[in-house]
């Protein structure tokens, strides 16, 4: 039995600035990874399968498991194997889902991201990175980004990826008031989509220096999002209002993030969003430097 983590993408700012002919749309977009994620764990199996656990499966359960990235991402890598005359036998695949779905935060994404690693690692299949990584843009804009794992910039539709080094991590609270927001609704809705591409990346070494740079950019989907669903600027309030340093919604939404000063401050800041708001999904975290681990466990 192999486990890998599936770790949420936070987009720290994302500006949108055109749209190809095929309606996706082009956007510049810096992008971290957080310790907290969704796990997701394959082994050996007379028939392929797919359970769901963790605390924030009951939304997906109720999908059809066909429809699940996991599932689509075992499928696309047995094809691509079998393709290549590698033999691809069935696998018992186990989620285990804590970040909230459909979300902005990339759970489905990096869930199958974990699931191409994984499987490739099982099956002992290792198509070049660049091949794996198309196998991960058929599966959606986002999933190239969470392969890579690791602090980038993103051009394109969120395919085309530069790698970029902080000198320090961030300490951060995420919350999502538990409304689904549709991506492709939220695009449609943006008012405008040649927005100026992202200034260079300043202060890479240096976090005061960094969230200054911070402050100057945006994330062109949250205007939209905002007016879709008017929840997602009380969780911005809420996060401002307990003491963070910045706050900003991720991807298309709802999920927002609020910087924090130190763990201290951001573990703080959820225990008294939690009891404000019952309701909502709180996560004190923080970025990681490093891709999401493999663990090999006793079968
Ligand atoms: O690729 P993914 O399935 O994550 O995208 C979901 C939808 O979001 C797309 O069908 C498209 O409507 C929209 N989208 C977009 N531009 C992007 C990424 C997604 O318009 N760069």
């Not at 079998?82 to 889902?97: E, F, N, W, Y």
């Not at 794992?149 to 790698?163: D, Y």
């Given at each position: 039995m192999l486990t890998r983590d599936a770790p949420a993408k936070i987009n720290l700012?994302?500006?949108?600035?055109?749209?190809?002919?095929?309606?996706?749309?082009?956007?510049?977009?810096?992008?971290?990874?957080?310790?907290?994620?969704?796990?997701?764990?394959?082994?050996?199996?007379?028939d392929d399968s797919f359970a769901l656990e963790g605390p924030e499966a009951g939304t997906l359960a109720a999908e059809d498991s066909q429809g699940n990235l996991v599932?689509?991402?075992?499928?696309?890598l047995r094809k691509a194997a079998?393709?290549?005359?590698?033999?691809?036998?069935?696998?018992?695949?186990?989620?285990?889902?804590?970040?909230?779905?459909?979300?902005?935060?990339?759970?489905?994404?990096a869930d199958a991201a974990a699931t191409l690693t994984l499987l490739s690692d099982l099956w002992g299949y290792h198509p070049s990175a660049q091949e794996l990584a198309e196998i991960g843009l058929s599966l959606g804009a986002d999933v190239p980004m969470c392969?890579?794992?690791?602090?980038?910039?993103?051009?394109?539709?969120?395919?085309?990826?530069?790698?970029?080094e902080f000198g320090f991590a961030l300490d951060m609270v995420?919350?999502?008031?538990?409304?689904?927001?549709?991506?492709?609704?939220?695009?449609?809705a943006l008012a405008r989509r040649d927005n100026a591409p992202l200034?260079?990346?300043?202060?890479?070494?240096?976090?005061?220096?960094?969230?200054?740079?911070?402050?100057?950019v945006r994330n062109d989907l949250e205007a939209p999002a905002r007016q879709i669903a008017p929840a997602i600027g009380d969780c911005l309030s809420a996060l401002s209002d307990t003491g963070a340093l910045l706050a900003r919604m991720s991807g298309s939404g709802a999920s927002c993030f609020g910087i924090h000063a130190d763990a201290?401050?951001?573990?703080?800041?959820?225990?008294?969003?939690?009891?404000?708001?019952?309701?909502?999904?709180?996560?004190?975290?923080?970025?990681?430097?490093?891709?999401?681990?493999?663990?090999?466990?006793?079968s």
């Open positions: 700012a994302l500006h949108v600035t055109g749209r190809r002919p095929d309606g996706y749309h082009l956007l510049e977009s810096l992008v971290v990874f957080t310790e907290l994620g969704d796990r997701v764990s394959a082994g050996a199996a007379e599932v689509r991402a075992r499928d696309a079998q393709r290549s005359g590698h033999a691809a036998p069935p696998v018992a695949i186990t989620l285990d889902k804590r970040l909230p779905v459909a979300s902005g935060i990339g759970g489905g994404s392969l890579a794992g690791t602090p980038l910039v993103a051009r394109g539709i969120g395919e085309a990826l530069e790698p970029v995420l919350v999502n008031p538990r409304i689904g927001v549709s991506t492709p609704t939220v695009f449609k200034p260079p990346v300043e202060g890479l070494e240096d976090r005061a220096r960094f969230l200054g740079w911070l402050e100057t201290d401050a951001a573990a703080e800041a959820a225990r008294r969003l939690r009891q404000a708001y019952p309701g909502w999904f709180v996560a004190a975290t923080r970025t990681r430097s490093a891709p999401g681990r493999q663990v090999r466990q006793a």
